[in-house]
């Protein structure tokens, strides 16, 4: 079992900056690949970014390549979201999610443990 529990939503104005933290507790969080997603009012959930366990590739959907980063840190149980350049259509809420793997995957069907979310509002 792997609780997760993210962290550093909140409301910006275009064009600012968000870090998002997710916290890991339970089995060896360095065994997990980990991933962002986010789910807008009315949308379906969808990939953000993701990275291998040991944080040495990450992947990015096109719509936030340039923008976001993602990041970890197993000595830290923690994975993050850097977030810069922040649209409107950046609102949603972002979840982050961990699946056994040593390599990292954009399929939300293939991770196991999800965080509860955490809101990020970005105003025009």
């Known amino acids: 079992q792997v609780q997760l529990v993210e962290s550093g939503g909140g409301l910006v104005q275009a064009g600012g900056s968000l870090r998002l933290s997710c916290a890991a507790s339970g089995r060896t969080f360095r065994n997990y690949a980990m991933g962002w997603f986010r789910q807008a009012p009315g949308k379906e959930r969808e990939f953000v970014a993701t990275?291998?366990?040991?944080?040495?590739?990450?992947y990015n959907a096109d719509s936030v390549k340039g923008r976001f980063t993602i990041s970890r840190d197993n000595a830290k149980n923690t994975v993050y979201l850097q977030m810069n350049s922040l649209k409107p259509e950046d609102t949603a809420v972002y979840y982050c999610a961990a699946v056994r793997s040593y390599y990292y995957s954009s399929t939300s069907s293939e991770y196991k443990y999800w965080g509860q979310g955490t809101q990020v509002t970005v105003s025009s």
């Open positions: 990275i291998t366990w040991s944080g040495t590739s990450t």
